[in-house]
Every structure is written in structure tokens, then in C-alpha cells.
């Protein structure tokens, strides 16, 4: 689960990070109205002279699609603010259609000397935590691991000891800051530590990473993802899930229990088991086939729980075949059947549908979906099924 940049920046200052003070405004109310107002209170509370509007989406890049603007007075940070709210920004990590921008962040300005980059995540090949920083701030990371390798320093720090402050003394080391900087930045560098820790993330970015010319360290912008499988335990950050935000497949899909992750091809899979389902999707693509999703039902999934898996692969526009890979085990096969034969009865389902089943109680199921009357394409064993699935995709 993704946040936005401000709220990523309130909880990073819950944990005694410095970034700059801002306030949102979102679309629905009159726009320039907020606007206006942020801009005001930012003079007034904090002297603010410069500000900077920032559109708040999902996705990095947003200066160079035009969603940050840099403002000088309070009539400019309206006229961003109107401009800004409503567009739709393209960047490389929207893909073409871009998302809609609903809401913008206005903060004070920084006046920057330099700019870092700091990212935190876990290495489960050291089965360690690794702290990245680089001189390099302000630049997408992917790009400078690709030019610059050696500009990106890596810190491990065992979860059983945590951080320490030699991490952060080698860390701020080969950022070259001098040590009144570097009194700062040890502090600073554990309180996102501790940010990443105590609220479950699998990834922390903070990009950039600035030194002001008054000499203070501060987070002008944070990236936020979490691990799913903790939030049970962090209701504040289920609070912040914007739905907006997501593809809508997605969302129905974690209201049951579904793993679900939408892709560019035009089979439609339904699997139980992550595995099987990595299997299945390579299996189409070797037989020239595109899949169009990654969907695991799970080991217990009800005969409901797979219509409602059939509905989500559905409202897909592109997909234009399924097939359905079922190895029964603690899921039983003429459960799954009685599911298939629902969904594609109550959805009155017209595109092709192949079956393979396997495992507890494969024969019953078989003869559940021979007796349904529906046009259901039995495969025997996954390489017939994925052959069988491709060509009724290309309509063969």
C-alpha cells in the first residue's frame, strides 16, 4: 500500500524528521479559495516567501509532467493550484493514461545548497535492512544506478540491533557533510529508521534529501509503501488509503481476500496457489499469449469467492478468453466448479472459458461443469489448457 507525499511527510514529522510545513487542498470546494488561504497562513506562520504547489498522486516525476509549480506570490499559487488540480499528469510511472490529479500540497519554499537521496528497504538476500544514499539528489534512483553505481552507498543495519550511530556517521561520510552536518544528520537518518520500522513499510524514499543554506537538514519529499500483509496492526495508515489512487480491480479484490494485479495482456487467469499462478502466466506467454492478470484465489477460497474473482477478471475491457488453473488440495475441485458455473451463469459469460483441473475431487468436478450446459473448454493437464486458451483468445 502506497500514501501520498504529504501524508508521508506527517508521519515522518511524528518521528522528529524535519520537512517543510504545508497544507492540502483538495478539488470538489473552490480551489482557489484554499489555495489562497495555505499561501496566506504560510506567510504568516512561518515568513514563507516562495511557495511550492505539488500535485499529490501515486506515482514520481510529477515536476517534469508539469505538476509541480514554484510560486512567488499568493495570486500565482492560486493560479497553480486551479491549473494543477483536475490535470492529468503523465509520467513513466502512471504508463500512457496518466492519473488525475484531485488534490495539491502547498509548502513553504527551501532555499537548497544541496541535494541528497535516501531510500531504506529490506535485503532479503542479506536478511538485513539496507539504508541507500547517494550525492545524486533530486534524480530518479533506477537512473543513477544505471550511470552512476558507484554514486549509491549502502548501509546494512541487522533488524535484532537496529540502527546505531555509526550508521548514520558512515552515511552522512559519503554525503560529505562536515560535522556540525553530520550531528544533524544522525538524528535525522534514525528517526526515518525508526519510521520504516514502527509502521510496517517495505520501502522508505526520501528524494530529495536537502541541506538549506542555513545549514538544516530537511525531507522535501517522501515516498511511503507498506507492507499489506501488517496493516491489520496499522490502522493510522489504513486510514490513508486513497482509493482514488488504485485501479478499481485492485480494490474489489482486497474486499475478498483476492491477490489481484492487473496487467497488459487479454487472457484472463484464475488460479489458486501464487506459484501455479507464476507457472500459468508463463506457460500462455510460451504458447504466444499475453496474460491479463495475476489473480490468486488462495488455498480456501469458497465457491463464492471465486464468482466474485470471475466478476474482477471481467470487468477487464480487454481480456478476451479465461482460463481457470485449479490444483486441489485444500480447495476442492467440484467446489471450484460449482463457483465457475455460477459466475458464468449470473454474468451470462461470452467469452471463451478453459478449464483445468487437478487434485481433491477432480473427477466430481469434471462432471459438474459437463453437466452444467454451459460452453466450458475441459484441458487436460496445463500445457493443452495454455494452447487451448491462446487460440481462443485469438479467436481461432
Not at 489562497?36 to 514520481?60: P, S, T, W
Not at 550525492?135 to 533506477?142: L, R, S, V
Amino acid at each position: 500500500m502506497n500514501i501520498h507525499e504529504y501524508q508521508a511527510k506527517q508521519l515522518l514529522k511524528k518521528f522528529k524528521v524535519p520537512v517543510p510545513e504545508g497544507y492540502l487542498v483538495e478539488e470538489g470546494k473552490d480551489v482557489e479559495a484554499q489555495a489562497e488561504k495555505a499561501a496566506q497562513n504560510l506567510a504568516k506562520e512561518r515568513d514563507a516567501k516562495v511557495f511550492v504547489v505539488k500535485a499529490q498522486i501515486h506515482a514520481g516525476g510529477r515536476g517534469k509532467a508539469g505538476g509541480v509549480k514554484v510560486c512567488k506570490d499568493v495570486a500565482s499559487v492560486k493560479a497553480a493550484a486551479k491549473e494543477i488540480i483536475g490535470k492529468t499528469l503523465v509520467t513513466p510511472q502512471t504508463g500512457p493514461q496518466g492519473k488525475k490529479v484531485h488534490k495539491v500540497w502547498i509548502e513553504e519554499g527551501s532555499d537548497i545548497a544541496k541535494e541528497f537521496y535516501l531510500g531504506i528497504l529490506v535485503d532479503r538476500a542479506i536478511s538485513q535492512i539496507v539504508m541507500m544514499a547517494s550525492t545524486e539528489g533530486g534524480m530518479e534512483i533506477e537512473e543513477v544506478a544505471a550511470k552512476h553505481p558507484e554514486k549509491i552507498i549502502k548501509v546494512a543495519v541487522d533488524p535484532t540491533t537496529g540502527y546505531q550511530p555509526f550508521h548514520g556517521r558512515k552515511l552522512a561520510k559519503a554525503l560529505g557533510l562536515n560535522a556540525d552536518q553530520t550531528k544533524l544528520a544522525v538524528p535525522f537518518f534514525g528517526g526515518i529508521f525508526k519510521c520504516f520500522m514502527e509502521t510496517d513499510c517495505s520501502l522508505v524514499e526520501v528524494n530529495p534529501l536537502i541541506l538549506t543554506k542555513q545549514g538544516k537538514l530537511i525531507a522535501l519529499d517522501a515516498k511511503l509503501g507498506f507492507d499489506d500483509n501488517a496493516l491489520y496492526r496499522q490502522k493510522e495508515i489504513v486510514d490513508m488509503r486513497d482509493l482514488a489512487e488504485e485501479n478499481p480491480q485492485d480494490v474489489e479484490a482486497s474486499k475478498y481476500d483476492l491477490a489481484y494485479i492487473a496487467l497488459d495482456g487479454n487472457i484472463g487467469c484464475l488460479v489458486n496457489g501464487a506459484g501455479l499462478a507464476m507457472a500459468t502466466m508463463d506457460i500462455i506467454k510460451l504458447h504466444g499469449g499475453e496474460p491479463a492478470n495475476f489473480l490468486d484465489v488462495g488455498g480456501g477460497a469458497t465457491k463464492e469467492k471465486v464468482a466474485h474473482a470471475f466478476k474482477i477478471i471481467l470487468k477487464d475491457p480487454k481480456v478476451k478468453a479465461i482460463l481457470v488453473n485449479i490444483f486441489g488440495g485444500i480447495m476442492k475441485c467440484d467446489i471450484i466448479a460449482e463457483g465457475i458455473i455460477a459466475a458464468a451463469r449470473e454474468l451470462e459469460l461470452q467469452v471463451p472459458l478453459v478449464v483445468r483441473l487437478e487434485g481433491t475431487n477432480v473427477e466430481q468436478g469434471k462432471q459438474i461443469l459437463a453437466k452444467s450446459g454451459l460452453k466450458i473448454n475441459s484441458a487436460d493437464g496445463l500445457t493443452d489448457a495454455a494452447k487451448k486458451v491462446v487460440a481462443a483468445a485469438q479467436g481461432k
